[in-house]
């Protein structure tokens, strides 16, 4: 069935994104896409440090490639490596960054850690941002703390096509603490957004279309008086073909070449009375 190879290789794609996650999170991942090549695979891999990704003289590269082939059967896999370059719009990898840095400096500074990446968020043009912890923080009972700021989606098609959300795991030694990212890019058209212009802004764009206009004229005046033009030169050309097709025969007789006035001279000198010394001879 067409259905069960489809679902198949999705399933087997999630796999190859979640162990490329796994292998190279400590270098800033952000996405993984798969695509099919006559080639063979075609893995992209974006990342905030591609460098790390690489590793010296690709052997990174050269190990994630032989784990591919053993593990998912892959024949031909080519792996490429792309950067990320604004780091803070990018929800992954800012759940990463708080993830590492509880684990590096542990939960007693968790507040800051949240704080600061909100702000260095907002810094970068991001219109809303939230961020959840959700763990052992800082007590022995679990519970979740919650910072946000800014214009974020909650509902509707927007949060889920436009606002970029990630998750994220920090293991403690108290225990595990959950991350979770929500961002709004700046660069998001949103249904309920009106911008109000000037008179100033009314009267450019009035002279714009003007302007426009007049060339569109132009040009449409331009074209007219090519096809008149074309129009009369064709009509001229039949009209000289109809002329000579209506000539009698008599006058292309008189223009062929059989009568040319050279030999109707000749002939009539032929025909002249001769002379008297002619006469007086025959005598």
């Given at each position: 069935?067409?259905?069960?190879?489809?679902?198949?290789?999705?399933?087997?794609?999630?796999?190859?994104?979640?162990?490329?996650?796994?292998?190279?999170?400590?270098?800033?991942?952000?996405?993984?896409?798969?695509?099919?090549?006559?080639l063979g695979e075609k893995i992209i891999v974006y990342a905030s440090r591609p460098g790390l990704v690489v590793?010296?003289?690709?052997?990174?590269?050269?190990?994630?490639?032989?784990?591919?082939?053993?593990?998912?059967?892959?024949?031909?896999?080519?792996?490429?490596?792309?950067?990320?370059?604004?780091?803070?719009?990018?929800?992954?990898?800012?759940?990463?960054?708080?993830?590492?840095?509880?684990?590096?400096?542990?939960?007693?500074?968790?507040?800051?850690?949240?704080?600061?990446?909100?702000?260095?968020?907002?810094?970068?043009?991001a219109l809303g941002v939230e961020i959840v912890l959700s763990g052992k923080l800082p007590s022995s009972r679990?519970?979740?703390?919650?910072?946000?700021?800014?214009?974020?989606?909650?509902?509707?098609?927007?949060?889920?096509s436009g606002v970029k959300k990630a998750k994220a795991v920090a293991e403690l030694k108290s225990g595990v603490?959950?991350?979770?990212?929500?961002?709004?890019?700046?660069?998001?058209?949103?249904?309920?957004?009106?911008?109000?212009?000037?008179?100033?802004?009314?009267?450019?764009?009035?002279?714009?279309?003007?302007?426009?206009?007049?060339?569109?004229?132009?040009?449409?005046?331009?074209?007219?008086?090519?096809?008149?033009?074309?129009?009369?030169?064709?009509?001229?050309?039949?009209?000289?073909?109809?002329?000579?097709?209506?000539?009698?025969?008599?006058?292309?007789?008189?223009?062929?070449?059989?009568?040319?006035?050279?030999?109707?001279?000749?002939?009539?000198?032929?025909?002249?009375?001769?002379?008297?010394?002619?006469?007086?001879?025959?005598?």
């Amino acid at each position: 069935m067409i259905e069960r190879d489809i679902v198949e290789q999705k399933i087997r794609e999630f796999e190859i994104k979640e162990f490329v996650a796994d292998k190279v999170r400590r270098s800033g991942h952000s996405d993984t896409v798969v695509k099919r090549t006559p080639l063979g695979e075609k893995i992209i891999v974006y990342a905030s440090r591609p460098g790390l990704v690489v590793g010296r003289q690709g052997q990174n590269i050269r190990e994630l490639t032989q784990d591919l082939k053993d593990k998912f059967g892959l024949e031909n896999p080519q792996i490429e490596v792309g950067e990320v370059e604004n780091i803070y719009l990018d929800a992954n990898i800012v759940a990463d960054m708080i993830a590492m840095s509880l684990e590096r400096f542990g939960s007693q500074r968790f507040k800051a850690v949240m704080h600061r990446t909100m702000d260095n968020v907002m810094r970068y043009g991001a219109l809303g941002v939230e961020i959840v912890l959700s763990g052992k923080l800082p007590s022995s009972r679990a519970r979740s703390w919650r910072v946000y700021t800014g214009y974020l989606k909650k509902c509707g098609e927007i949060s889920i096509s436009g606002v970029k959300k990630a998750k994220a795991v920090a293991e403690l030694k108290s225990g595990v603490i959950g991350v979770k990212v929500s961002i709004m890019p700046p660069d998001i058209k949103l249904p309920d957004r009106v911008d109000v212009l000037s008179e100033e802004m009314i009267r450019e764009d009035s002279m714009e279309e003007e302007k426009q206009e007049k060339k569109n004229k132009s040009k449409k005046k331009k074209k007219q008086k090519s096809k008149k033009k074309k129009s009369s030169k064709s009509k001229s050309k039949k009209d000289k073909k109809e002329q000579t097709d209506k000539q009698p025969k008599s006058e292309k007789e008189s223009k062929s070449p059989d009568n040319d006035p050279k030999e109707e001279k000749k002939e009539q000198k032929e025909k002249k009375p001769k002379s008297e010394n002619d006469k007086s001879e025959e005598k």
